[in-house]
C-alpha cells in the first residue's frame, strides 16, 4: 500500500512538473492568439470545439487580447483542413487579420511549425480547458512568452483522450 501512495506522489509530482499550472494574464496584448485546431465532422459541418474556439478567438480579439491571429492544423481525421474551415468560420462572422498553418496534425506540430511560420513571438493560445494545460506545457518548449485563454467544454470522451495524450507527453518527457 505505502509503494502505491508513494507512486502516486511520485507521479504527481513528475505531472506538475512537466505540465505548470495555467496562467491567464487578462492585461497584456499579446503579437499572436494561437487557436488550436480541432477536425470537422465528417460530412464538412463544424464540431463544437472548432466552433467554441473561434467564438473565443473573435472575443479576445475584440478585447485587444491579441493583435493577429493564427489558426494550426491540417487535415487530421478527414479531408477538411482545420485551419482553413476555422478560419472561414471566423471570417464570416468578423473581420480580423489571420494566418493559417496547415500542415500539424497533433498539439506539438501545431506549435512546432506555428514558431516557424511567426518565430518566438508573444502569443496567446486558445483552446479548451482540458487541453489548455499540455498546450502550455508543449509550447512553452517553443515560445518564450506563452499564456492561454480558454473555454470550459469536458466531455468524458474528450477527456479521456486527453489523459492518453498527457501520459504520453510525460512519458516522451522523461526519456
Do not use: W
Request: hydrophobic fraction near 40%.
Amino acid at each position: 500500500m505505502i509503494i502505491v501512495i508513494a507512486l502516486l506522489f511520485v507521479f504527481i509530482g513528475i505531472y506538475h512538473h512537466y505540465l505548470p499550472p495555467v496562467f491567464r494574464n487578462k492585461k497584456k496584448t499579446y503579437d499572436y492568439g494561437v487557436v488550436l485546431g480541432c477536425p470537422s465532422h465528417n460530412d464538412g459541418s463544424y464540431a463544437n470545439s472548432q466552433i467554441r474556439r473561434c467564438e473565443l478567438a473573435i472575443k479576445d480579439y475584440y478585447k485587444g487580447r491579441f493583435k493577429e491571429l493564427v489558426i494550426t492544423g491540417g487535415a487530421v481525421k478527414n479531408a477538411y483542413v482545420e485551419s482553413l474551415e476555422m478560419k472561414k468560420y471566423i471570417e464570416e462572422r468578423v473581420d480580423m487579420p489571420i494566418l493559417c498553418e496547415t500542415e500539424s496534425r497533433n498539439t506539438i506540430e501545431n506549435m512546432k511549425f506555428t514558431k516557424e511560420l511567426i518565430g518566438d513571438r508573444s502569443i496567446l493560445i486558445l483552446t479548451s480547458c482540458t487541453h489548455a494545460r499540455r498546450a502550455c506545457a508543449i509550447a512553452r518548449e517553443y515560445f518564450s512568452d506563452v499564456n492561454v485563454d480558454y473555454y470550459y467544454y469536458a466531455r468524458l470522451r474528450h477527456i479521456k483522450c486527453e489523459i492518453g495524450a498527457r501520459f504520453l507527453f510525460i512519458k516522451d518527457k522523461l526519456k
